[in-house]
């Protein structure tokens, strides 16, 4: 199995900073790396997907880089409504394979 | 109208068999997609349990493939779940999901989820 590993687990910080998510695979997958952003009690929305591509709808200030193993999520200005969990995934192999969540906290 | 929706038992009494639904609007089950189930147990992340295409043809996590079965109506626009044996260590939000090639199998679309609880 391929293991996402993601950093950190959870981070406070304030209304307007920019924050910095990675996601590192524990082999190369290419660009089969996708981002969801989870609030309690839904289900996960995708952000971005293939590594980099904004997912339709999702506002500009997320964006996504890298590929191989290594990858970041980045809020350009963390606004109240960013506040949730966010998952890495890999779809390069089955089984697929989820990061353990970066929690964003309100500092 | 909710794109996916899962249905099923809230609650399954150990070693029987969970069994959920997954209702499909505003598309065809037929279409070019994986449909995926992922479950999420209280508190903790993700966890993918398998996928089925238009086809029929399945792809199952192997940490529950002794367990698990998917298949589709495509007559009905559902896709289903079969869990057998069940424990505690089960308990969990089931999701529905589809995934396209186009995004690199992504996660396009989700279910709103569904508790399952397995408790006697």
């Known amino acids: 199995d391929i293991q996402m590993t993601q950093s950190p687990s959870s981070l406070s910080a304030f209304v307007g900073d920019r924050v910095t998510i990675t996601c590192r695979a524990s082999q190369s997958i290419s660009g089969y790396l996708h981002w969801y952003q989870q609030k309690p009690g839904k289900a996960p929305k995708l952000l971005i997907y293939?590594?980099?591509s904004l997912h339709s709808g999702v506002p500009s200030k997320f964006s996504g880089s890298g590929s191989g193993t290594d990858f970041t999520l980045t809020i350009s200005s963390l606004q109240p409504e960013d506040f949730a969990t966010y998952y890495c995934?890999?779809?390069?192999?089955?089984?697929?394979?989820f990061g353990g969540g970066t929690n964003v906290e309100i500092k | 109208q909710v794109p996916l929706q899962e249905s099923g038992p809230g609650l399954v009494k150990p070693s029987e068999t969970l069994s959920l639904t997954c209702a499909v609007s505003g598309g065809s089950i037929g279409s070019s997609y994986w449909w995926s189930w992922v479950r999420q147990s209280p508190g903790k992340g993700l966890e993918w349990i398998g996928e089925?295409?238009?086809?029929?043809?399945?792809n199952y996590n192997p940490s529950l493939k002794s367990r698990v079965t998917m298949s589709l109506d495509k007559s009905k626009n559902q896709f289903f779940l079969k869990l057998t044996s069940v424990t505690a260590a089960d308990t969990a939000v089931y999701y529905c999901a589809r995934s396209s090639t186009s995004c690199y199998t992504c996660f396009q679309q989700w279910g709103q989820g569904t508790l399952v609880t397995v408790s006697s």
């Open positions: 089925i295409y238009h086809s029929g043809s399945t």
């Open positions: 293939a590594a980099s």
């Open positions: 995934q890999q779809t390069y192999n089955t089984p697929l394979t």
